[in-house]
């Protein structure tokens, strides 16, 4: 078992495969484009499950792959298998934000060992859907909402980011859509990484979670663990001894965040 110097128990790996989208977020990524890291500098799918399953042999029993977008990384279901072969998670999840999501890559990642999955929505209406994604077609991500079930990774969780002007009525179209399909509505606070300032319309928010519940470390696509997502502190895996740096991360991980100035949300995955 992982426990922080704080006493919190850290179960809970999160790994960016990716730092590339086929979204534009304005709330993730910068209107003008990024830039990408270049193939070599990012993890093979062997170094991602060797960090991994040394995690999960000091403990951690669940991981969930994330990006950018996840599903931009060719043969990521074949990292899934990778992951569930080690036989160390009870759970291994993606959250994607769907568009890519077919039925045929559904069912290969349910097949390969993914148990479920969350899906990014923020609204129902596709003017603003292309206006939030500023190229996504709200359509697109429907039909993958729909292949998840299919598929059965549920329960199928939506996250749904709040923002400053997001209605009441907003939630609640959500909120029927979701009871409506079966789906598990999860409503986040629109935070900025360089504060932890209360963001988003008036109500109570599902995500983020309390600092003093959190039980996770990230592993960005470029091999530096984070401990804290409101935290510019991460320490870049010895591939040599992967125990040692998660150990490191462990004991660097704050009791509170406060701001993040060296990484951008696409880099680190949420």
Known sequence: MLVDGFGRRISYLRISVTDRCNFRCAYCMPEGGISLKRHEDILSFEDIVRIAGKAGEMGMDKVRLTGGEPLVRRGVERLVAMLSETGRFSEI???????????????????????????????????????????????????????????????????????????????????????????????????????????????????????????????????????????????????????????EALSAKPLEGTSCSNRSMYQIGG
Do not use: W, Y
């Open 93 to 247: 999840t993606m959250t994607t934000n769907a568009a890519l999501l077919d039925e045929k890559t559904a069912f290969g990642l349910a097949a390969a060992g993914l148990g479920r999955i969350n899906i990014s929505l923020d609204t129902l209406d596709p003017a603003r859907f292309r206006e939030i994604t500023r190229c996504g077609e709200l359509a697109d991500v429907m039909r993958g909402i729909e292949a998840a079930v299919k598929a059965g990774l549920e329960p199928v969780k939506i996250n749904m980011v709040v923002f400053d002007g997001t209605t009441a009525e907003e939630i609640d179209l959500m909120r029927g859509f979701c009871a409506e399909k079966g789906l598990a509505l999860q409503t986040i606070r629109h935070f900025s990484l360089f504060g932890r300032e209360d963001r988003g319309g008036a109500g109570v928010f599902d995500r983020p979670p309390p600092c003093a519940r959190c039980n996770r470390l990230r592993l960005t696509a470029d091999g530096c663990l984070k401990p804290c997502l409101f935290s510019d502190r991460e320490i870049k895996v010895d591939m040599g001894n992967i125990e040692k740096s998660i150990l």
